[in-house]
């Protein structure tokens, strides 16, 4: 009862200065409505994907607190690109959050996945901090709290998304500017590749599958399937698996793909793979194309804005270099990380 007690207290510190500022209202990517207030200055982030917007957006300086596993979600050499994010207080994760820790950081708004647990939104909501859910998907009513939706229609349910997600998030720490240079830079570069592969039909595309740790992968439902997709591929586990889940090293082999993705995050399970007896038969590996993405290439089950503006263009690239001559990534990526993270890009095309 005691800890309760200090936490309650904890919490009316936190609401009373709130309930004296002016306030508005929004609708999160859950369908909740959360009261904020009209200036945020202090963010608590608990989703790599909203903390890796905010960094784009330049809105740093506003995040007090961030989830404890940070660099394992974004990669190790994510924090080159924010340095500034080694010094912020960690706590929490993307299902569960410690609510002492939580209030002694003053937090005005707490970012959390649009499936963290109930539990865990309520008991936020209970110390009087506003709590904004993201998914940067556009769900129809009862899918929008899943991590593994069924989408009637993933180019809407992703591309309306991620343009609902960057505005609110632009709105919500006053960035609006910010957030409108990055949906419309997305546009751009999924236009490069949209021009070059549109007369490539369904039955000549490459069959390609995205490896993760321990026999991950993403199926349908995520947006790892869209992005192969707008390259000129086709994700051989959307067929039979809904969402990100273990698949046996037989049903990788019965799919036999042509293309083998890592992403930048996972950089062993390339090794992994090119050593490894059991994946010799696939076509891929016989033929050498198992590929490590780029950072920017982010094929996450959520789409991020450089993964649609420059990653997909990176994909189609690999998988169709001869449409691709006159296009160089490191110019493009180094465009990009120039005006979204204010440095240059340092690794490999």
């Known amino acids: 009862m005691k800890r309760f007690c200090q ?40 989703q790599h994907q909203t903390l890796n917007l905010l960094v784009q957006m330049n809105a740093t300086d506003k995040i007090v607190g961030l989830m404890a596993n940070w660099k394992q979600q974004l990669g190790d050499s994510y924090a080159r690109l924010a ?12 299902t569960h959050v410690d609510p002492e820790k939580l209030v002694a950081l003053h937090p005005q708004v707490v970012f959390v996945t649009n499936y963290a647990p109930h539990e865990m939104i309520d008991s936020i909501t209970a110390l009087g901090i506003p709590v904004v859910a993201i998914s940067l998907r556009h769900d129809q009513p009862g899918e929008k709290a899943k991590m593994n939706p069924t989408l009637d229609d993933e180019e809407m349910a992703y591309d309306k998304g991620l343009r609902e997600g960057i505005t609110l998030i632009g709105e919500i720490v006053n960035k609006p500017a910010e957030a409108k240079a990055l949906i419309e830079a997305t546009d751009q570069g999924r236009k490069i590749v949209s021009d070059r592969l549109k007369d490539i039909p369904a039955e000549k595309r490459i069959r390609a599958y995205m490896a993760n740790p321990e026999l991950t992968t993403y199926g349908s439902g995520k947006y790892t399937g869209l992005m192969m997709l707008h390259a000129g591929a086709v994700n051989v586990a959307a067929a039979t698996v809904q969402g990100f889940k273990t698949v046996s090293m037989e049903q990788v082999i019965a799919w036999d793909p042509q293309v083998i993705f890592v992403q930048n995050r996972y950089p062993s399970v390339v090794n992994e793979i090119n050593s490894s007896p059991q994946w010799q038969a696939i076509d891929a590996v016989k033929n050498h194309r198992v590929w490590l993405m780029p950072d920017y290439a982010k094929a996450w089950g959520y789409p991020m804005p450089e993964a649609m503006g420059i990653g997909e263009v990176w994909m189609a690239k690999k998988l169709y270099p001869q449409k691709f001559q006159d296009v160089d990534m490191n110019q493009l990526a180094n465009r990009w990380y120039q005006r979204f993270y204010r440095t240059t890009y340092q690794g490999p095309e």
């Open 7 to 46: 936490v309650c207290t904890l919490g009316l510190l936190i609401l009373l200065p709130l309930s004296s500022q002016a306030s508005r209202q929004i609708t999160d990517q859950i369908g909740r409505q959360v009261t904020i207030p009209d200036h945020v200055d202090r963010i608590v982030v608990l």
């Open 83 to 94: 340095p500034e994010l080694r010094q912020k207080a960690t706590l929490g994760d993307l």
